[in-house]
């Protein structure tokens, strides 16, 4: 079965410093992966995927993801975290066509950034 | 393009009651898949829409309920409330093939007294 792991429960981190939120997933093919951004009491807003290809992904605010098969991984990075950074990070697996179209989530990886 | 809306944002039900809540996906998009979010559980689905058909369905009891009509907006219904049932409920939206990323509403926060 899929499954998602994000061992990091809390990370606290300083404004400026580097950052890298962890991201392990079980499945039996190559899954596509997602990293979803979640801002207190709103929806999740879409950061990077990987469906294939170059392993090294781009996102939106800075962000950047690499997928290692070999590790089953795929972690998110952050060369300089923003305080408006803070907030809660999460790690989706998607099924890749079987008929199954829902997203397995990790329990997410909250972020806290000190000025 | 406007993004997935959801209404209410938020609820408040008693026990036993039921409650409607309503998903418009983007434009175009034929696909809206349905989420709970609690902080004990975590984001869970719920279900999945395509075309008014349910594609695929999560572990939940029969008192979830959802449907899609032909424009593509979706309900989904939850009948005799229970206090666990307090959650963010998310939808989120794509194009409906395999290889789309799903945009998420806001959500609809939900209490249940």
Not at chain 1, 102 to 115: D, E, P, Q, S
Not at chain 2, 53 to 66: D, I, V, Y
Request: aromatic share 14%.
């Amino acid at each position: 079965a899929q499954s998602v792991t994000q061992p990091d429960i809390h990370i606290t981190v300083s404004e400026g410093a580097s950052l890298e939120l962890r991201c392990n997933y079980s499945y039996g093919a190559t899954p596509y992966l997602f990293w979803y951004v979640q801002s207190p009491g709103q929806g999740l807003q879409l950061l990077l995927k990987y469906f294939s290809g170059d392993t090294l992904v781009q996102g939106i605010k800075g962000f950047e993801a690499e997928f290692k098969r070999s590790q089953s991984s795929f972690n998110l990075r952050k060369p300089s975290v923003h305080w408006s950074d803070a907030a809660e990070y999460f790690c989706a697996v998607g099924a890749p066509p079987s008929g199954t179209y829902k997203y397995i989530f990790g329990t997410g990886t909250r972020l806290k950034v000190l000025a | 393009k406007a993004g997935v809306t959801q209404t209410p944002r938020y609820l408040i039900k008693t026990r036993g009651q039921q409650v409607t809540l309503s998903c418009s996906p983007i434009s175009g998009h034929r696909s809206v898949s349905w989420y709970q979010q609690t902080p004990g559980q975590g984001l869970q689905f719920l279900f999945e829409y395509f075309s008014e058909t349910q594609r695929n369905k999560g572990n939940f009891p029969g008192r979830f309920s959802g449907r899609q009509f032909s424009n593509s907006r979706s309900e989904m219904n939850v009948s005799t409330l229970e206090l666990g049932d307090s959650a963010l409920y998310l939808c989120a939206s794509s194009l409906g093939r395999s290889t789309e990323t799903q945009y998420f509403g806001p959500g609809t926060r939900l209490l249940v007294l």
